[in-house]
């Protein structure tokens, strides 16, 4: 009896295996058949390094800039932050930044430190001719914009944080496992899936279940298609999980740090992680400036709240930035 519960577990694996080995084959199939559909798809290269970095720009040059960028693994910055970018650029001039590795912009084997990612996001701006600026983040593009603030402080005119990343952030363990290690357990699981194909085959008929965006959003049907191909052929690849591998040590080079006088500091917090962690709100009220000029707004909601309050993060900076 057990010889034979054996033959059918080693078919079973073997079968497995099969199918598996045909899924990667069949998805690398139709990942270079997408591919030229992502060709300038949209925004304009900028050069950096020798390497190509993506941006989209939006409203009238002639207002305040405003430099987007998003958080940690987002398939498409420019996508994702497409609602935002057009609800702002009427009052300002909106630049979308897709770092290395992150939607359309090339890989790079250059280590992921914060000092590096910076250096290059500045690099980029600098090219495009900007030379004062407001920066506005989400999650981990908060913590690279104290950062850049800090080292630029006589170009960043000011901060606008969207559940910004923060020093000290890792230093409360609310959860059985770090937030390292779920996101890095995350991070793999997509990959994975992404890998065999799962995440294809589970979205060829609807392009949202591979996209995480604003739902309410009027994506056009090419946009959904573009950020379904980016979200399950290039989430994740190998700059990105540089990049997490230095996400505690990029935490940790910003311990202490504050926004330098220079800056006028808005950070919207969400409600999810203030009650997930006690010091989620306390840390950010930390990192601004001392001459006063900032605030916190705590908002009822998840981590991404420029889904959920479009409309207030823009009017409030709006009242912010004139």
């Given at each position: 009896?057990?010889?034979?519960?054996?033959?059918?577990?080693?078919?079973?694996?073997?079968?497995?295996?099969?199918?598996?080995?045909?899924?990667?084959?069949?998805?690398?199939?139709?990942?270079?058949?997408?591919?030229?559909?992502?060709?300038?798809?949209?925004?304009?290269?900028?050069?950096?390094?020798?390497?190509?970095?993506?941006?989209?720009?939006?409203?009238?040059?002639?207002?305040?800039?405003?430099?987007?960028l998003?958080?940690?693994?987002?398939?498409?910055?420019?996508?994702?932050?497409?609602p935002?970018?057009?609800?702002?650029?009427?009052?300002?001039?909106?630049?979308?930044?897709?770092?290395?590795?992150?939607?359309?912009?090339?890989?790079?084997?250059?280590?992921?430190?914060?000092?590096?990612?910076?250096?290059?996001?500045?690099?980029?701006?600098?090219?495009?001719?900007?030379?004062?600026?407001?920066?506005m983040?989400?999650?981990?593009?908060?913590?690279?914009?104290?950062?850049?603030?800090?080292?630029?402080?006589?170009?960043?005119?000011?901060?606008?944080?969207?559940?910004?990343?923060?020093?000290?952030?890792?230093?409360?363990?609310?959860?059985?496992?770090?937030?390292?290690?779920?996101?890095?357990?995350?991070?793999?699981?997509?990959?994975?899936?992404?890998?065999?194909?799962?995440?294809?085959?589970?979205?060829?008929?609807?392009?949202?279940?591979?996209?995480?965006?604003?739902?309410?959003?009027?994506?056009?049907?090419?946009?959904?298609?573009?950020?379904?191909?980016?979200?399950?052929?290039?989430?994740?690849?190998?700059t990105?999980?540089?990049?997490?591998?230095?996400?505690?040590?990029?935490?940790?080079?910003?311990?202490?740090?504050?926004?330098?006088?220079?800056?006028?500091?808005?950070?919207?917090?969400?409600?999810?992680?203030?009650?997930?962690?006690?010091?989620?709100?306390?840390?950010?009220?930390?990192?601004?400036?001392?001459?006063?000029?900032?605030?916190?707004?705590?908002?009822?909601?998840?981590?991404y709240?420029?889904?959920?309050?479009?409309?207030?993060?823009?009017?409030?900076?709006k009242?912010w930035?004139?």
């Open positions: 009896m057990w010889r034979k519960i054996k033959k059918v577990l080693k078919w079973l694996l073997i079968l497995l295996a099969a199918v598996i080995l045909m899924g990667i084959i069949v998805n690398a199939v139709c990942r270079l058949l997408a591919r030229p559909k992502l060709q300038d798809a949209y925004g304009q290269a900028v050069t950096v390094d020798g390497k190509s970095i993506r941006v989209d720009i939006k409203g009238d040059q002639a207002n305040p800039v405003i430099i987007l998003s958080g940690y693994g987002s398939a498409s910055p420019v996508l994702e932050l497409k935002l970018a057009d609800a702002l650029s009427q009052n300002y001039c909106v630049v979308t930044v897709e770092p290395f590795g992150y939607g359309l912009s090339d890989h790079t084997d250059q280590d992921r430190t914060i000092d590096n990612i910076v250096q290059e996001l500045h690099t980029c701006v600098e090219t495009l001719g900007y030379e004062e600026y407001y920066l983040g989400h999650s981990i593009g908060g913590l690279y914009s104290l950062y850049w603030a800090n080292q630029y402080p006589e170009e960043v005119r000011g901060f606008v944080g969207i559940d910004p990343s923060v020093p000290g952030m890792n230093d409360e363990q609310p959860l059985p496992i770090s937030i390292t290690a779920l996101n890095k357990l995350s991070a793999y699981l997509t990959k994975a899936m992404n890998g065999v194909g799962l995440s294809r085959l589970t979205s060829m008929g609807d392009h949202r279940n591979a996209i995480y965006a604003d739902t309410t959003y009027p994506y056009t049907e090419k946009e959904l298609e573009v950020f379904r191909i980016l979200s399950v052929d290039n989430a994740y690849n190998g990105v999980m540089n990049e997490l591998k230095f996400l505690d040590a990029n935490v940790e080079t910003t311990r202490g740090m504050k926004f330098p006088d220079q800056a006028d500091v808005l950070l919207f917090v969400a409600s999810s992680n203030c009650e997930l962690m006690s010091s989620w709100e306390q840390l950010h009220w930390d990192v601004l400036p001392e001459n006063g000029r900032g605030d916190v707004i705590r908002l009822e909601g998840s981590h709240l420029h889904f959920e309050y479009l409309e207030q993060i823009v009017e409030y900076t009242n930035i004139k």
